[in-house]
């Protein structure tokens, strides 16, 4: 069973920054991709950022030049430096991982709060 265990959400304000951390435990395919999803109340949970084993990355468009992925892939663990940051980026970040194998898996942590407010 794949476990993902997100840590470093908290309050700060407007202009501040988070780090955020997802470290995956378990079985993993090499060939993977992991990544940050948020969900803020009322809303569609969107992708913010992701990254394969290779280190290839995505953003979404609200967060280029503000957020940075990253990844340790000898523990499998996932990063989300969030600088910049602003009121609508309050959320609850969630970590996700896309494992490719005999099937497309997809496994997701618990979430993390993230409140930006003065």
């Known amino acids: 069973q794949v476990q993902l265990v997100e840590s470093g959400g908290g309050l700060v304000q407007p202009g501040g920054s988070l780090r955020l951390s997802c470290a995956a435990s378990?079985?993993?395919?090499?060939?993977?991709?992991m990544g940050w999803y948020r969900q803020a109340p009322g809303k569609q949970r969107e992708l913010v950022a992701t990254?394969?084993?290779?280190?290839?990355?995505t953003y979404a468009d609200s967060v280029k030049g503000r957020f940075t992925i990253s990844r340790d892939n000898t523990n499998n663990t996932v990063y989300l430096q969030m600088n910049s940051l602003k009121p609508e980026d309050t959320a609850v970040y969630y970590c996700?991982?896309?494992?490719?194998?005999?099937?497309?898996?997809?496994?997701w942590g618990q979430g993390t709060q993230v409140t930006v407010s003065a």
């Open positions: 378990g079985s993993i395919s090499g060939i993977n991709a």
């Open positions: 990254i394969t084993n290779g280190r290839r990355t």
């Open positions: 996700r991982l896309q494992s490719l194998g005999l099937r497309t898996l997809i496994y």
